[in-house]
T-cell receptor, first 117, second 114 residues
Framework: GAVVSQHPSWVICKSGTSVKIECRSLDFQATTMFWYRQFPKQSLMLMATSNEGSKATYEQGVEKDKFLINHASLTLSTLTVTSAHPEDSSFYIC?????????????FGPGTRLTVT | GQQLNQSPQSMFIQEGEDVSMNCTSSSIFNTWLWYKQDPGEGPVLLIALYKAGELTSNGRLTAQFGITRKDSFLNISASIPSDVGIYFCAGLAYSGAGSYQLTFGKGTKLSVIP
C-alpha cells in the first residue's frame, strides 16, 4: 500500500518552455501532497505543500508564479515549471500523506529528473 | 527554521558489519522517520517513530526516538550489499493550518564492501 507515482520519470526541455509533472497516489487518497526539489548530493528541500481544492503554500524563496501547483483531486497533484531555465534542472520529488489514518507519514514518489538545456 | 544534524555524512563498512547513524535537533519533533534513497529514486520509508523513548525494529533495522524528542538513531545489523544507499532522518512537526512538515537531515551515504 501507499504507492505514489510520478510522470514523467525524466524530461529534457529547452530553456523557456514549460514542463508539467504529475504526482498520483495509486492506492490511497491523499490529504496533502508535497513537492520537493533535490540537487545532486544534497538533501530534499520542500518547495510547497498543497491540500486538495486549496491553494498551495510555498516555502520562502520559492516563486509561486514559476512553480504552479494544482491539486485537483485527492489522488492527483501537478507541478508546472513555467519558462524553465537551466538552473531549474533538478530532481523533483512529490510525497503524499494518506487521508483518514490520523498519521502524517509522507510516502514519496520515484522522482522526476528535469534537465533544461 | 528547524535543522537536523545527521552523522556520519558517509561511511564504508565491510559486509556483515553493523552500522549506526544518528540525528540530533535543537527542536522537538512529534515523529521521527527514517528513509532510504537509492540513486535516481525517491526516498522509501523504513521506520516511523511516534513516541519519545520508542524503540522499533524492521527486520535488520532498529531505530529509537530519543527521550528528549530531539534525537534519533538508526542501526543496521549484519549489513549486506543491497543496504548501499543514502539514509535520511526526518523530523515531523506541526506547521500550522492543519499541516505537518518534514525536515530532513543531510543524509548518510552508506557503502558496503563485499
Amino acid at each position: 500500500g501507499a504507492v505514489v507515482s510520478q510522470h514523467p520519470s525524466w524530461v529534457i526541455c529547452k530553456s523557456g518552455t514549460s514542463v508539467k509533472i504529475e504526482c498520483r497516489s495509486l492506492d490511497f487518497q491523499a490529504t496533502t501532497m508535497f513537492w520537493y526539489r533535490q540537487f545532486p548530493k544534497q538533501s530534499l528541500m520542500l518547495m510547497a505543500t498543497s491540500n486538495e481544492g486549496s491553494k498551495a503554500t510555498y516555502e520562502q524563496g520559492v516563486e509561486k508564479d514559476k512553480f504552479l501547483i494544482n491539486h485537483a483531486s485527492l489522488t492527483l497533484s501537478t507541478l508546472t515549471v513555467t519558462s524553465a531555465h537551466p538552473e531549474d534542472s533538478s530532481f523533483y520529488i512529490c510525497s503524499a500523506t494518506e487521508a483518514g489514518t490520523g498519521g502524517h507519514e509522507q510516502y514519496f514518489g520515484p522522482g522526476t529528473r528535469l534537465t533544461v538545456t | 527554521g528547524q535543522q537536523l544534524n545527521q552523522s556520519p555524512q558517509s561511511m564504508f563498512i565491510q559486509e556483515g558489519e553493523d552500522v549506526s547513524m544518528n540525528c540530533t535537533s535543537s527542536s522537538i519533533f512529534n515523529t521521527w522517520l527514517w528513509y532510504k534513497q537509492d540513486p535516481g529514486e525517491g526516498p522509501v520509508l523504513l521506520i516511523a517513530l511516534y513516541k519519545a523513548g520508542e524503540l522499533t525494529s524492521n527486520g535488520r533495522l532498529t531505530a529509537q526516538f530519543g527521550i528528549t524528542r530531539k534525537d534519533s538513531f538508526l542501526n543496521i545489523s549484519a549489513s549486506i550489499p543491497s543496504d548501499v544507499g543514502i539514509y535520511f532522518c526526518a523530523g515531523l512537526a506541526y506547521s500550522g493550518a492543519g499541516s505537518y512538515q518534514l525536515t530532513f537531515g543531510k543524509g548518510t551515504k552508506l557503502s558496503v564492501i563485499p
